[in-house]
């Protein structure tokens, strides 16, 4: 299945709206955004404590693909 030009703006509409509510001023990877958006975890990843979450954040640094990523998300929001 092939993403439109559309369909990830809108993503990345909702992603950025999504990111100004939460963050703060704090960066989040892009990565690691979409990967929350994807499994709809974007609430979950900011209900954790700010270590937790930066915890989370130094990991992604490692993360090689995109899948290794939406894997990562998705054994943090199933814990």
Same mark, same amino acid.
């Given at each position: ?9 809108? =993503? ?6 999504? *990111?100004?509510?939460?963050? #703060?001023? /704090? ?6 955004? =979409? ?6 975890? *974007?609430?979950?990843?900011? #209900?954790? /404590? ?30």
């Amino acid at each position: 299945m092939k993403t439109s030009v559309t369909q990830v703006c809108s =993503l990345w509409k909702g992603m950025v709206i999504k *990111m100004v509510k939460y963050t #703060s001023g /704090s960066e989040l990877p892009v990565g690691l955004g =979409l990967a929350l958006e994807q499994y709809n975890a *974007m609430d979950h990843f900011f #209900s954790l /404590s700010a270590e937790t979450q930066q915890q989370i954040i130094d990991h992604t640094q490692t993360i090689q693909s995109k899948n290794e990523m939406l894997n990562y998300v998705q054994s943090i929001v199933t814990k």
